[in-house]
């Protein structure tokens, strides 16, 4: 436990931190008037929100620990190289999908391939397939957010736990989705704080740029932790060549684009806009604001090493870097920023598994085992209980089960590429796309995905770097859809939801609304010029006088 004359000030500013998010998610419930605010903030978020909601719900506890911790130990510019084409996703996701699914205004995801395809098993499939995926990436983010308060602390791991479920069940279960991007959006302006400030203060810790890429150059600890492809060579590498290492980046740099574009967490914000110019700008300005922490983060976690190369386990490089290389002040702002991200990430994901639950599985479908609830009223109070069932749940599997924060938001958040990926384009771009390969895609990719990903975790199959289980899911719910759609084309109900959802996009639109959206663009090509400069003259230039 970390303590400054007998006071622990990192546990004061996380409670603090906490106390706060409440506070807000309280005021945010009184906002709540009806199923709509509940579900979807009724569909009046402005971009400041939508993108406060984006980053926050991407930059959890799954990049200021496990990316953090891949980085350290000798992966910095891997990432870097991955970063454009995960980034990509945003805009590709609001220009060619979001944009259309808000036509349809959905509750939820699974909702829109109901309306869609005019099929509750759709629906359900969907469901299932979110609750699953998001239900394991929650319990890897709640998992990681105790982490960090347990070491902080004198807690133990299952107390913490039980703090960090219990927060997020009570400012989501108040406020639904009003609360959440509210909160999200306040949580991404405490840790943008953080990583902004921080960077400065842990390269002048090290050394100053640019003494610290010389010595990084020739750090016998890591010797190429900057080069492009990082260690390939000794026990702790994880790649056996550079040209491994790269597949590794391209491969996960798609999935990642994939997964960004239609994953729930993502395009669920995009049913709250309150347009769709505002979808268009917050895709590319969280495009942009994403890249940006990618640089600062990842060009920052290898001068940790230089300060102490012996942190374990890897995850804990940030939290160690807050508490041993910043000022007090500075430090505790850190871990409150990676709480605040954590936090915001868990609670989006138990929001969207909980109206998944009530909504999709139990409420518009013939499975439904409850009576009917006519008023908006009962079925709020339905909505809740299932936010109660589902955090009991999270807790008793996080409890039992060892904390894998990367290796297991990887995996949980690479499901929707796979399952969703291939039928949330064809559903907009493909005629002929029908009931039959929307289910069979989206069930096929995600069993194939599953199955896969247990035989290389059990060792019984290994898949090649450019080929994870990820893909191959991605590929069979590719071959499924085309397949199904051509067995059983659409009914005349599928083609008419297309052509309403499709012909309603880019309507009305004010030359005012449009250049304001232009302007976005603009500063994002500025800023995509900026950061390449940042790279060459911080890392290239330094690192090349010396190789």
């Known amino acids: 436990m970390p303590l400054v004359d007998g006071t622990n000030w990192f546990f004061i500013g996380v409670v603090v931190s906490i106390i706060l998010y409440l506070l807000i998610g309280g005021y945010a419930g009184r906002l709540v008037k009806n199923v709509e605010d509940y579900y979807v903030a009724g569909r009046n978020a402005p971009t400041i929100l939508i993108v406060g909601s984006l980053v ?124 959440v991007i509210i909160t999200d959006t306040i949580m991404f302006l405490v840790f943008t704080f953080a990583a902004v400030f921080a960077a400065p203060y842990i390269v002048n810790s090290a050394g100053g740029w640019p003494d610290v890429i010389h010595q990084l150059i020739n750090y016998p600890p890591r010797p190429e932790i900057l080069s492009w492809h990082g260690i390939v060579t000794g026990e702790s590498a994880q790649y056996s060549s550079p040209w491994e290492s790269l597949a590794y980046a391209i491969t996960f740099g798609l999935i990642w684009m994939v997964v960004v574009a239609v994953s729930p967490w993502q395009t669920s914000r995009y049913i709250m806009a309150k347009d769709e110019q505002t979808i268009l700008r917050s895709g590319i300005a969280t495009m942009i604001i994403i890249a940006c922490f990618y640089v600062i983060l990842h060009l920052n976690a290898p001068v940790i090493s230089l300060v102490n190369s012996n942190i374990v386990p890897s995850e804990r490089a940030l939290i160690w870097a807050a508490q041993n290389m910043l000022p007090l002040w500075l430090g505790v702002v850190v871990v409150c920023g990676i709480v605040a991200a954590g936090i915001s990430s868990c609670s989006t994901f138990l929001s969207l598994v909980g109206f998944s639950f009530s909504h999709d599985l139990f409420e518009e479908t013939d499975f439904s085992i409850f009576p009917e609830r006519d008023s908006d009223k009962d079925q709020l109070r339905f909505s809740r209980l299932f936010m109660i069932v589902v955090a009991v749940l999270v807790f008793a599997v996080g409890f039992y089960q060892p904390p894998a924060v990367l290796s297991l938001g990887y995996f949980a958040a690479s499901l929707f590429a796979a399952s969703w990926g291939p039928i949330a384009f064809a559903s907009v771009y493909w005629k002929q796309t029908s009931k039959t390969g929307a289910l069979w895609g989206i069930s096929l990719g995600f069993i194939v995905t599953l199955i896969a990903y247990g035989l290389d975790t059990s060792g019984i199959l290994s898949f090649p770097v450019y080929l994870p289980p990820e893909a191959v899911g991605f590929f069979v719910s590719l071959a499924s859809v085309l397949i199904g759609s051509y067995i059983n084309g659409p009914s005349s109900t599928e083609k008419k939801r297309r052509q309403d959802m499709v012909s309603g996009v880019g309507k009305s639109v004010s030359p005012k609304k449009l250049r304001t959206t232009l302007n976005y663009t603009s500063v994002a090509i500025v800023v995509s010029i900026l950061l390449s400069v940042v790279i060459f003259i911080y890392y290239y230039l330094p690192y090349n006088s010396i190789i």
């Open 56 to 179: 926050a719900s991407f930059l959890g506890v799954v990049s200021f620990l496990g990316e953090m911790g891949f980085s350290y130990s000798g992966y910095p510019i891997v990432m870097l190289i991955l970063m454009p084409l995960n980034v990509s996703g945003y805009a590709i996701g609001a220009y060619f999908f979001g944009r259309y699914i808000y036509q349809m205004e959905p509750v939820t995801l699974p909702d829109y391939f109901g309306q869609r395809f005019d099929s509750d098993k759709v629906r359900v499939a969907a469901a299932l397939t979110l609750v699953t995926g998001l239900g394991v990436y929650l319990i890897a983010m709640s998992q990681g957010v105790a982490v960090v308060i347990a070491n902080i602390t004198d807690l133990s791991y299952g107390i913490s736990l039980f703090v960090v479920i219990g927060v997020i069940l009570i400012f989501t279960f108040a406020s639904g989705s009003q609360g």
